[in-house]
């Protein structure tokens, strides 16, 4: 190869590599984060030009301040009891995750995945959708299931993969389905559920429908290719979808930056595609619930789909297959400017004069009791290592709906093969 010509007054070309600010042991400093005053963002018409959102999709829509008070446009203004059951939500979904990742501990479980800190994010939007919208979520929205009451047991089958799992073994903890709850199965393919989700959301306008679609992905995610397909979709079609980009800064050990965070937000992902973008406090369930009611009035009035990110932090853990002291500081989940929203909620309880501490220690309480008491109640159908808990023959079913002859096949062979060793396989 011929040498390459010299431009010795030219700079050497380099290349940018983004580096988290913090490392472990580090001193950390979040002042550079920009926190805007609860109830200083402003709040167009949800029928406004996506034009309008242009400075929206830069600040944070904040609503409950430091003093715990609810303040500006974006103050849903809900009542005493619906907030309760928003905090009994979001403390449920703490003590499942605390509970299941115990298991995965005791080696009851092979994986599990908590949402610590991102409460708000699943439970907030859940409870300001109507029961009957498609959610399309990724792993860590298991606050939506909770939200819309379907049964913890059967949750936690699943997670035990036991005799009681409807997904009959075949899926890795924490990837739940529920057609019933609207609650679209879980893939383990990051960002695959967003261009679904757009999709469901034109067939229901294609058919004249009333229901909404919202879906959710990590920042990492956006960064995979279904991302952009999805949110060109939307925008043509002006599909009556609630986009959901939960920013927690971190994709297991890459900082958001390798997302693309050091040069714009994730909410101006939505300028360019002519879609509306809010970005708002994730840690505010009073912001989460009024972005999410304000993004489904715009679907439901045709005026189609809604980019909202929610500036969050991952507090715990990746999975319980990470940890995160490798990779980060750990100052850095109790410095995080915008604090945890169980206890953002409960204070602003509180400044109300609705709720107390000792209300909320007692909550706490039962909620603990009442997933412990569950958990031994799926545990009699079957935890990890126990043996099979699924009949060999429901390994085949349901690859198709009906079992082709080279299944059949080898169905028959794996049964024969069990019989000829001796082992009964496990009675349904
Ligand atoms: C297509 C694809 N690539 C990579 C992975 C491995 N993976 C699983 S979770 C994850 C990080 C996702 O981070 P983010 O989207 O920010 O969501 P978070 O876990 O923070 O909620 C990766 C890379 C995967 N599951 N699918």
């Not at 509180?350 to 569950?374: C, F, N, S």
Request: with cysteine; aromatic share 8%.
């Amino acid at each position: 190869m011929p040498a390459a010509p010299q431009r010795s007054n030219l700079p050497k070309l380099s290349l940018h590599v983004p580096e988290p600010k913090f490392r472990p042991g580090d001193e950390v400093d979040f002042s550079d984060v920009d926190v805007p005053a609860a109830g200083s963002a402003s709040r167009p018409d949800s029928a406004a030009d996506p034009a309008e959102f242009h400075q929206l999709a830069y600040t944070l829509v904040r609503v409950l301040g430091d003093d715990g008070q609810a303040v500006g446009p974006w103050d849903p203004r809900l009542d005493p009891d619906t907030l309760r059951i928003m905090l009994r939500n979001m403390a449920l979904t703490r003590a499942f995750d605390e509970r299941m990742f115990r298991a995965q501990r005791q080696g009851k479980t092979s994986f599990y995945m908590k949402s610590t800190g991102e409460e708000a994010v699943a439970v907030a939007a859940a409870m300001a959708l109507a029961q009957d919208d498609m959610c399309f979520p990724s792993y860590r929205q298991q606050g939506i299931l909770i939200t819309r009451g379907y049964p913890l047991i059967e949750m936690m089958n699943q997670i035990y993969s036991n005799k009681g799992d409807k997904l009959q073994g075949k899926q890795l903890p924490i990837m739940y389905s529920d057609r019933e709850k609207g609650f679209f199965s879980i893939s383990g393919n990051l960002a695959t559920q967003y261009p679904q989700a757009v999709g469901w959301a034109m067939a229901s306008a294609a058919k004249g429908d009333s229901r909404i679609a919202a879906t959710w992905c990590g920042e990492g995610s956006t960064a995979e290719g279904d991302f952009h397909s999805a949110c060109t979709f939307a925008a043509v079609y002006r599909a009556p979808v609630i986009l959901n980009v939960v920013n927690n800064q971190w994709a297991i050990s890459s900082f958001s930056g390798f997302a693309g965070a050091e040069a714009t937000t994730f909410a101006a992902r939505a300028i360019g595609y002519g879609i509306a973008g809010l970005r708002i406090d994730g840690n505010d369930p009073l912001a989460v619930y009024a972005a999410t009611q304000w993004a489904a009035e715009r679907a439901r009035t045709n005026q189609g789909p809604t980019l909202i990110e929610h500036f969050t932090y991952r507090a715990e853990g990746h999975s319980t297959s990470d940890d995160p002291s490798a990779y980060r500081s750990a100052q850095e989940a109790t410095a995080w400017p915008l604090g945890d929203p169980v206890k953002r909620l409960k204070e602003h309880l509180i400044a109300l004069g609705e709720w107390d501490e000792e209300r909320h220690a007692a909550q706490d309480l039962e909620l603990a009791e009442m997933v412990r008491k569950t958990q031994k109640e799926a545990e009699k159908n079957g935890i990890l290592g126990h043996g099979m808990h699924q009949k060999f023959e429901t390994m085949f079913e349901g690859v198709y709906e009906e079992m082709p002859w080279h299944l059949k096949e080898q169905m028959q062979q794996m049964l024969d093969e069990e019989a000829a060793a001796g082992r009964p396989g496990p009675k349904r």
